[in-house]
């Protein structure tokens, strides 16, 4: 184990609490971090929480959150929840008024409904739109908000010196965090998680040799009286194939198009009203997929990991925002426990981590076997999906 580099920038982080108070480092200001964020503040516990990105990233998309509301509203303070409308894509869809609590999945083939699974409280929630109304709104109240331009490259976790039991994040400008516990929330390339040797790479997830998944969904709408204005945007997978391999700079357009040959509407007009020149962009190397083997080395409760960087599941079956939430619950709960002396950092963070193990393991498993699942039509109506429509597939408890 290596110390701090003695040529860093040292920022620990200021509290004037008392111990045990943790202070806290975020990796990562995505949906998991961000809600962590709030949450600790909610009950003032120090932390600071760090970004690589220095602008935002312009890939952006939808999430379905269902299950994880409740627990969303227990990390954000209740003035930035009552604003989770203006995180949508249709800012002016009221879900619940309108009893679209629901997704639609129909048969590909001929455009019918085959399942409208719902569950109360479920929104959509535009990734970017929300990483900036949840950045911005640490801001407030004098807050320090969002560190951008921080690339985490190393963590230390030091048994002597000045730093001894307390975790020092680096980063690429040669700055350094100290703090009690780091969670890496960085998302599914998480390099938190890369670091524990332990830890299963990435692999592709199996297909079915001819079946194929698509979605359409809205995006944005800039102005909401002109639907000429209105982002959609599609999703497709398919079987991975021998030989074939997409580059970054691959239009697969005309590919689409071919693969939707025989797919029912509205499916098949969309991909036909696709205007030329719109870039059809491929996932390079595959889906992500991967959760660890074993539970992750915390090293005495000072490091853990939370959202996709510790379970990283397909999104057919849309579960990986509503677990990177409640991992942001049962984090912030945990912090709380040592705040209030119930528990040590070591105990809290051992829950919590095996919370997000067992619970990780599980989604990822039933994700892949969605996405099978839609690469293999015969095999759908037996699918997660199917069984468990958007509801949580676990118990959840009440804490
Ligand atoms: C197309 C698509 C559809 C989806 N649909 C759904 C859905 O319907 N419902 C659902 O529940 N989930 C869905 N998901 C999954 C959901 O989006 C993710 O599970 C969730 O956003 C994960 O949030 P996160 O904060 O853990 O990770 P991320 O959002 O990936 O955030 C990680 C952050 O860490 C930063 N970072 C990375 N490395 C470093 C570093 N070294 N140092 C500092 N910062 C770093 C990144 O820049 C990023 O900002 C979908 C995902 C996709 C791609």
């Not at 230390?156 to 929330?185: A, H």
């Amino acid at each position: 184990m290596s110390t701090a580099t003695s040529s860093a920038t040292i920022t620990p982080i200021n509290s004037a609490s008392s111990p045990p108070t943790p202070k806290v480092i975020i990796i990562g200001a995505g949906l998991s971090g961000l809600a962590i964020a709030h949450g600790l503040r909610r009950h003032d516990i120090p932390f600071t929480i760090c970004e690589k990105e220095s602008t935002p990233r312009d890939r952006n998309w939808g999430v379905t959150i269902s299950w994880a509301v409740p627990f969303l509203a227990k990390c954000l303070p209740p003035e930035l929840f009552a604003r989770l409308q203006e995180c949508q894509p249709d800012i002016r869809l009221n879900n619940a008024a309108e009893g679209k609590e629901s997704l639609l999945i129909r048969d590909g083939a001929t455009g019918q409904p085959l399942i409208e699974p719902s569950f109360p409280g479920t929104r959509r929630l535009q990734i970017k739109r929300t990483r900036r109304i949840w950045g911005e709104a640490l801001l407030e109240h004098g807050g320090e908000g969002v560190r951008y331009g921080k690339v985490l490259v190393g963590i230390d976790t030091p048994d002597e010196g000045e730093y001894k039991g307390k975790v020092v994040g680096r980063f690429e400008d040669g700055s350094c965090e100290v703090g009690d516990v780091l969670i890496g929330t960085d998302g599914g390339s998480s390099f938190a998680l890369w670091l524990d040797e332990k830890i299963n790479p990435s692999v592709d997830v199996g297909c079915h040799p001819k079946k194929m998944y698509s979605g359409i969904l809205i995006l944005d709408k800039p102005d909401l009286e002109r639907p000429e204005t209105w982002v959609f945007y599609v999703l497709s997978t398919w079987p991975k194939e021998e030989g074939v391999t997409y580059g970054k700079d691959d239009d697969l357009l005309e590919e689409y198009r071919r693969r939707m040959d025989g797919w029912g509407d509205p499916y098949r007009k969309v991909a036909d009203w696709i205007p030329e020149g719109t870039k059809v962009r491929p996932i390079l190397g595959g889906l992500k997929v991967f959760a660890p083997k074993e539970r992750w080395n915390n090293r005495d409760g000072r490091v853990t990991i939370g959202g996709d960087a510790a379970h990283s599941m397909t999104f057919h079956r849309g579960q990986g925002g509503n677990n990177a939430l409640r991992d942001a619950e049962r984090f912030v709960g945990a912090m709380v426990e040592v705040k209030e002396g119930l528990r040590s950092l070591k105990d809290a963070v051992d829950a919590y981590d095996q919370d997000v193990f067992e619970r990780g393991l599980n989604e990822v498993d039933m994700s892949s076997k969605q996405t099978h699942a839609f690469h293999d039509y015969k095999a759908f109506l037996q699918s997660p999906l199917m069984k468990h429509g958007i509801k949580p597939t676990a118990n959840l408890g009440s804490s």
